[in-house]
């Protein structure tokens, strides 16, 4: 195939720079260790109050009587907000306009839809005070029978699954091909509840000076969040300041404004003085999203030489009853393995829960699970060596699409972290292996896919007289290293060294850099970074090649490149001028340009992009009580171009961690009689502690993709999870001979 591909704003001269693909530590480090980064919650603005939340004990019905008096009467509260006194919005928080529109419960009625829900606020001097308060309330409820559980309710077929793609979609025919095949598999996973529980919780420091507000609070999209909050408030946008200089995590909880967010500025509103908020942990369970439990059915067929038939995957998982989000789990058979069928379909009820939402790999994460267990599961029927049927499986062209796709790339994972795992030593047969001290012992493997998606993201570039540089977008980071990786594309972009560079971000004042999610962050505003660099870097040339003074007169834009602060002709490089010369000769302080991050649709419409990985686990397994303990990880990713080798690894350790949680600790455990989740905490809800992880490893695979944008960067954050917990499993089944169906994976699962 030949195609003409027009790269993404190809800059029209070269800029040589040496940090991108360093292995830098984070700029904001030190910040952090030192407890000097200011988190949303560290700031406190003369005559701020403390606003607690009080929540609802019950999934259902309605709230009938609050103590408001007694929490009033009490020493230090100001105020308490309930349905009767909070200010009015311009917005109904019912409305929904798009996907990326939740709807929010910010006490307009007395209607109980989910577990701690906001039933009041109450608004105090001291945080004491306003917790005391809060307890005072003593509510009482009409409680109606919550509808609990995946057979909770009558379940329908969603208008789209996602953001948006069809609940219900297939190629050629998945019944023919299930009965033409040789051997087939038919079963069915179920993966759990999971709340996103950064170790930050959402919190916002809000201040009104008449019409327009102040925010401090940590969010993964600063333009849309302003978006939301000004339609709320019938206020402008560029009216509503928001700093979000740091995030202790967000995984998708701080994607869209939250309602308890929402709160505190109405909140600040009501008592006319600012006001803090911060949500306690138990509270994290519900208002600001969850992973949607699924149940996943999985019907696989292979003809006589191990070759796929027919693919058919079914997921059925819950929403809230007030809102639509639909965790796309069967979609995950979209992107991985070659079948002449393929069928996706989704199903779900309604639940009394809060609205789930995008969490880490959203769609991916739980579909992947279940289509890497259930491809072991093909695998084995067939006899075959589970790495040897994905080399035979995994598709060379995007299955549904059937648009050309990084294989090899894959194909590269698959073979350099077998090698380093020493996967050819593994018998085929389950319950071979014992270590010395007598626990069985599995290997297993996990594909890792996640696509490379871009947003739309703004940057301002200056340089200035002194020969330093800045760079501004809004752009938001999570913990993941932004800060640095971002300033890493700056100094390249601007051909400064990194410590020329004044790089600002984490304000809504900012240029809009888009969302930091979807793994998309990096790409986006790395390209809209890159384009203000370029942008600069042009004017900057035109000023000397115009000017008869110059060293580089009549060299046009692409006879210049721009390297350490200099910009230098092409044809010969010891005619250069200095930023700064350039400029005084112009009578400039400093020139700026501007840029924007965006997908190419011409080479998105050509190709199919995606990052990729495999990993390889090895876990042990108590012969008699059943534990499991991973005790080896080894994922190898080809994800474009790396900015920092450090921060990558970091991201994919990251990941294999959660993945190693997903397969074996996390689960938020829903009380049937109440519809109270019962393990609403750190303690009971089980995450991996160190010692549950003892070594992993990431291998970074090289990968030139030149289609997915000039930089070539993929995504590095939510990949990780895909192949891990699926490799955790298939490795339990080769210790144990049990297939987990069940996530987590149980004690009691592998005891027969
Ligand atoms: Mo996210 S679900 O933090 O991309």
Same mark, same amino acid.
């Given at each position: 195939m030949t195609l003409e591909l027009s790269l993404n704003q190809q800059p029209a001269h070269v800029r040589q720079g040496s940090s991108i693909g360093q292995p830098l530590i984070r700029r904001d480090g030190f910040l952090k260790v030192t407890g000097a980064a200011r988190y949303a919650a560290d700031n406190h603005p003369p005559g701020m109050?403390?606003?607690?939340?009080?929540?609802?004990?019950i999934a259902r019905g309605r709230v009938a009587w609050l103590d408001v008096e007694a929490a009033k009467a009490h020493g230090g509260v100001v105020e308490v907000m309930t349905p009767e006194n909070r200010p009015p919005l311009a917005?109904?928080?019912?409305?929904?306009?798009?996907?990326?529109?939740?709807?929010?419960?910010?006490?307009?009625?007395?209607?109980?839809?989910?577990?701690?829900?906001?039933?009041?606020? =109450?608004?105090? !001097?001291?945080? &004491?005070?306003?917790? &005391?308060?809060?307890?005072?309330?003593?509510?009482?409820?009409?409680?109606?029978?919550?509808? =609990?559980?995946?057979?909770?309710?009558?379940?329908?077929?969603?208008?789209?699954?996602?953001?948006?793609?069809?609940? /219900?979609?297939?190629?050629?025919?998945?019944?023919?091909?299930?009965?033409?095949? @040789? %051997?087939?598999?038919?079963?069915t996973y179920q993966t759990p509840a999971q709340y996103h529980n950064a170790m930050e919780p959402h919190a916002i420091v809000a201040a009104w000076n008449g019409d327009s507000l102040s925010i401090d609070t940590p969010s993964q999209g600063l333009a849309m969040a302003q978006g939301r909050i000004a339609g709320l408030f019938g206020i402008a946008p560029q009216d509503i300041h928001?700093?979000?200089?740091?995030?202790?995590?967000?995984?998708?909880?701080?994607?869209?404004?939250?309602?308890?967010?929402?709160?505190?500025?109405?909140?600040?509103?009501?008592?006319?003085?600012?006001?803090?908020?911060?949500?306690?942990?138990?509270?994290?369970?519900?208002? /600001?999203?969850?992973?949607?439990?699924?149940?996943?059915?999985?019907?696989i067929g292979m003809d006589g030489e191990g070759q796929l038939t027919a693919i058919d995957h079914h997921a059925k998982t819950a929403t809230s009853t007030f809102d639509d989000f639909f965790e796309p789990a069967a979609d995950a058979s979209h992107t991985l393995y070659a079948s002449p069928a393929i069928a996706t379909s989704h199903e779900a009820v309604r639940l009394d829960t809060g609205t789930p939402l995008f969490m880490r790999a959203p769609g991916e994460a739980t579909g992947s699970i279940a289509l890497e267990s259930a491809i072991d599961e093909a695998a084995t029927a067939c006899g075959m060596?589970?790495? !040897?049927?994905?080399?035979?499986?995994?598709?060379?062209? &995007?299955?549904?699409?059937?648009?050309?796709?990084?294989?090899?790339?894959?194909? !590269?994972?698959?073979?350099?972290?077998?090698?380093?795992?020493?996967?050819?030593?593994?018998?085929?047969?389950?319950?071979?292996?014992?270590?010395?001290?007598?626990?069985?012992?599995?290997?297993?493997?996990?594909?890792a896919t996640f696509p490379a998606i871009m947003f739309q993201a703004e940057a301002r570039a200056v340089l200035r007289a002194d020969g330093s540089g800045l760079m501004e977008t809004g752009a938001q980071d999570m913990g993941q290293g932004a800060w640095t990786a971002f300033a890493q594309i700056a100094a390249d972009g601007l051909g400064l060294d990194i410590?020329?560079?004044?790089?600002?971000?984490?304000?809504?004042?900012?240029?809009?850099?888009?969302? *930091?999610?979807?793994?998309?962050?990096?790409?986006? @505003?790395?390209?809209?970074?890159?384009?203000?660099?370029?942008?600069?870097?042009?004017?900057?040339?035109?000023?000397? %090649?115009?000017? !008869?003074?110059?060293q580089l007169f009549g060299a046009d834009n692409e006879g210049v490149l721009a390297r350490g602060g200099r910009l230098h002709r092409r044809d010969d490089e010891s005619r250069s001028e200095s930023y700064g010369e350039i400029l005084a000769r112009a009578g400039l302080a400093e020139i700026d340009g501007r840029g924007t991050g965006t997908p190419d649709p011409a080479s998105r419409e050509a190709y199919a992009m995606h990052a990729h990985g495999a990993v390889f686990a090895e876990v042990k397994v108590d012969p008699d009580f059943g534990q499991i303990r991973v005790t080896r990880l080894v994922g190898a990713f080809a994800a474009g171009r790396v900015i920092n080798p450090r921060l990558v690894r970091s991201q994919y350790y990251g990941g294999m961690i959660w993945g190693v949680s997903f397969a074996l600790h996390e689960e938020a455990v829903t009380d049937r009689r109440s519809g109270r989740i019962q393990n609403a905490n750190l303690a009971e809800y089980h995450i991996p502690v160190n010692a549950d992880v003892p070594s992993v490893e990431a291998l970074l695979v090289h990968e030139d993709?030149?289609?997915?944008? *000039?930089?070539?960067?993929?995504? /590095?954050?939510?990949?990780?999870?895909?192949?891990? @917990?699926? *490799? =955790?499993?298939?490795?339990?089944?080769?210790?144990?001979?049990?297939?987990?169906?069940?996530?987590?994976?149980?004690? &009691?699962?592998?005891?027969?």
């Open positions: 109050l403390y606003a607690v939340l009080a929540v609802s004990s917005t109904d928080p019912d409305a929904k306009n798009n996907p990326f529109m939740f709807r929010l419960d910010l006490l307009q009625n007395d209607r109980i839809r989910y577990p701690n829900q906001t039933i009041a606020v =109450v608004i105090a !001097e001291t945080l &004491e005070a306003a917790t &005391e308060g809060a307890a005072l309330l003593s509510p009482r409820y009409e409680a109606q029978s919550p509808r =609990v559980g995946l057979d909770g309710a009558e379940s329908f077929v969603p208008g789209g699954v996602g953001i948006g793609s069809p609940a /219900v979609h297939h190629k050629g025919d998945v019944e023919a091909g299930l009965k033409s095949a @040789a %051997t087939r598999i038919e079963a928001i700093r979000s200089p740091f995030l202790g995590g967000g995984f998708g909880s701080k994607g869209m404004i939250s309602g308890p967010q929402v709160l505190g500025i109405l909140a600040a509103r009501l008592v006319g003085r600012p006001v803090k908020l911060v949500l306690r942990r138990e509270q994290m369970f519900g208002p /600001v999203g969850h992973r949607a439990p699924t149940r996943q059915t999985l019907r060596d589970p790495l !040897e049927f994905r080399l035979r499986n995994y598709a060379e062209v &995007e299955p549904m699409t059937g648009k050309p796709f990084s294989s090899k790339a894959l194909r !590269e994972c698959y073979a350099q972290a077998s090698e380093r795992f020493g996967w050819q030593r593994r018998p085929l047969k389950p319950r071979q292996m014992r270590d010395k001290d007598g626990f069985l012992t599995g290997w297993g493997i996990g594909t410590d020329q560079v004044d790089f600002r971000a984490g304000s809504s004042d900012l240029p809009n850099a888009g969302i *930091a999610g979807g793994s998309g962050h990096t790409a986006t @505003a790395g390209m809209a970074i890159h384009n203000a660099g370029a942008a600069v870097i042009t004017r900057l040339a035109a000023l000397a %090649t115009s000017h !008869e003074a110059s993709d030149p289609y997915v944008n *000039a930089l070539g960067i993929k995504g /590095v954050g939510e990949i990780g999870i895909t192949g891990t @917990a699926g *490799a =955790v499993a298939n490795a339990v089944w080769h210790a144990t001979g049990v297939r987990p169906r069940r996530f987590p994976i149980r004690i &009691e699962d592998l005891l027969g």
